[in-house]
């Protein structure tokens, strides 16, 4: 008999696609297979919806989903179907409630639950709600299937012990937790071993990790300390809090040679009235002192960000400073996000929400004023070499007979001229930058070199056996190699 299939839909953050990686490789641990690419909907012996619950429109996508399903289920009742992640924590009983045809339904803190919930609804012919309240165990102790053979993500804590008035992660994910320092490590010097050249270190709060182990400086201590593992090439973290950027860690970012410059810091808005509203325990001064402090000792950084327009209360004038910071900070990219309510946040309660149409025309005027900072700090790229980490699945399909594409150490997409000599994901090119567009960057000229690396031996090998060869799951994401940042929703630390 063959080995039943299975296919992991996934929504919303990396923290997300990371626990993703973790349903997978628990499915295949339990003797499922993934089902092969392409494969029809419903064709899935088990569907598992890996759910974000940071805005509205997201418990209409879960249940039109669930609805569509639905038909295919009654054609086939062995199928099974379960419910995951953030909606799954917040909604429980009810969706089996809503839609009585799924088997399983469990939450943030408990995914490796998941094998026994589906045999023990298989068994009873009854569907399983389990939710746990707190972490049962950290995912990274869980089996895994990454997505890419030379990037990985790395959870070092998940939760968050902020309270930002517009955000249900913590009411979702809980309080903070820290992994070990050791455990971390481990784990890297594992993934390494296997050919992993670049690991994000992911977390809610990324820099505020240590708060929980009791140790204010354990961020930029495991920075140094990945700074110092033979055959890791590339370091990022996903997300930091203006908050907890501290001295320390910026002085570890700049001295670490493997640490990219690269930073993804949340502004959400440029007001300190706003902030004050927001409930984010920092104001514009302080944001405009670290960008100023991380440029002083890495100037060539690239900084990124996250906005909200149109938070309850926000005045033109409120504005006019997010779009003051926006001219000061020059942003390599930033993640604009229209406010919208999120039931059970204290913001989805305030006065003063702003009408759509002003928010809609406020989005219009910060898209347009960065899209130009983009276009310009891109631009004082030309004529630059850099290294770039050959990715997979990034390039235009339409193009890949004559450019491959690929991450620069500040994460810039580059789009580059096919070597004559053979490369592969993972392998490193080193490139001219010839042309700047607003979101990537081409080297149209012949590469200077060609690095073949450990990590692009791991994605041949990977890809050579029929078997390993990684399924295009139906995610809701694009199988990424390197990690990139991600449209998320706003309402919550996109870890990205
Ligand atoms: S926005 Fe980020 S820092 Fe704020 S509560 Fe949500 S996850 Fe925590």
Request: some cysteine; glycine content about 8%.
């Amino acid at each position: 008999m063959s080995a039943k299939t299975y296919e992991v839909r996934t929504y919303g953050c990396q923290m997300n696609v990371h626990d993703s990686e973790r349903l997978s490789g628990l499915l295949e641990d339990a003797g499922f297979v993934r089902a092969p690419d392409g494969h029809a909907e419903g064709d899935a012996d088990v569907v598992v919806f890996n759910t974000c619950a940071v805005r509205e429109n997201a418990d209409n996508r879960l249940y039109g989903n669930l609805g569509r399903l639905a038909p295919m289920k009654t054609k086939r009742p062995g199928m099974q179907i379960a419910v995951g992640g953030c909606l799954a924590q917040k909604d429980r009983d009810t969706i089996v409630k809503k839609a009585p045809w799924v088997d399983v339904v469990f939450g943030t803190h408990n995914i490796g639950s998941l094998p026994v919930l589906l045999e023990r609804a298989r068994v009873q012919e009854e569907a399983q709600v389990e939710i746990a309240e707190s972490l049962e165990a950290f995912p990274s102790t869980l089996p895994t299937r990454r997505e890419s053979a030379y990037a990985a993500w790395v959870s070092i804590s998940v939760g968050c012990n902020n309270t930002c008035t517009f955000c249900i992660v913590p009411a979702l994910r809980g309080k903070e937790k820290d992994r070990r320092p050791g455990d971390i490590l481990a784990e890297v010097e594992a993934l390494v071993a296997e050919g992993v050249t670049e690991i994000t270190l992911l977390g809610q709060n990324v820099n505020a990790y240590g708060s929980d182990i009791g140790d204010r400086e354990a961020f930029s201590k495991l920075l140094r300390a990945c700074g110092a593992i033979e055959g890791l090439e590339r370091v990022r973290f996903t997300s930091p809090h203006p908050r907890d950027f501290t001295d320390d860690v910026i002085a570890a970012m700049a001295e670490t040679p493997n640490v990219m410059p690269q930073l993804h810091m949340p502004l959400q808005s440029g007001s300190d009235a706003v902030l004050k509203a927001m409930r984010r325990s920092y104001r514009q001064e302080r944001f405009l002192g670290i960008i100023e402090k991380v440029r002083t000792v890495m100037p060539d950084a690239a900084i990124s960000t996250d906005i909200i327009v149109g938070f309850p209360g926000e005045t033109e004038a409120d504005f006019e400073q997010t779009l003051h910071v926006v001219r000061q900070a020059r942003f390599a990219q930033a993640f604009t996000f229209q406010y919208s309510k999120r039931p059970g946040t204290p913001a989805a309660e305030m006065d003063d929400q702003i009408p759509k149409a002003v928010v809609q025309e406020r989005y219009e005027r910060l898209a347009a004023l960065q899209e130009e900072i983009s276009w310009a700090e891109n631009k004082s790229q030309i004529g630059r070499t850099v290294e770039v980490l050959v990715a997979e699945g990034e390039g235009r399909k339409d193009d890949a007979t004559r450019r491959l594409s690929g991450r620069a150490p500040d994460n810039r997409l580059v789009h580059f001229a096919r070597p004559d000599q053979q490369v592969r994901p993972g392998d490193v090119v080193t490139v001219d930058i010839t042309y700047a567009a607003p979101h990537h960057l081409l080297a149209e000229g012949p590469a200077r070199g060609v690095r073949r690396t450990r990590a692009g031996d791991a994605w041949e090998k990977r890809n050579a056996a029929p078997e390993q060869k990684p399924a295009g799951v139906m995610l809701g994401l694009p199988t990424i190699g390197a990690p990139a940042p991600l449209p998320a929703e706003p309402g919550g630390c996109a870890v990205r």
